[in-house]
């Protein structure tokens, strides 16, 4: 299993439009993929532009299915839309 954190440099006043379209679109495409584990997105407490979000899939080339469908495609430019910066570190789950 694998865990990937994706750091995100929210646009300041984008906020909510992240958020939004984690739980409208995002989060509802990723879970239909197969390999999907679970995806949690988290807000930093002291600067609230700053995201993380934490997917799991079954393995490397399940998030790459996932990474390369159509579904992610698509959202991939109203993502982008709402952020200046991201980071990405990925995680093998060992226990």
Do not use: C
Request: proline letters at 5%; a negative charge; zero cysteines.
């Amino acid at each position: 299993m694998i865990e990937r954190h994706v750091t995100f440099n929210v646009l300041p006043g984008r906020e909510q439009a992240f958020e939004r379209l984690f739980v409208e679109e995002y989060k509802p495409a990723m879970s239909s993929m197969p390999g999907f584990v679970r995806v949690e997105l988290l807000r930093e407490q002291e600067d609230p532009t700053q995201y993380q979000m934490v997917i799991r899939f079954e393995s490397l080339e399940t998030a790459a299915n996932w990474r390369n469908s159509d579904q992610h495609q698509a959202l991939k430019p109203k993502i982008k839309a709402l952020y200046n910066g991201s980071s990405l570190k990925v995680y093998d789950v060992v226990a």
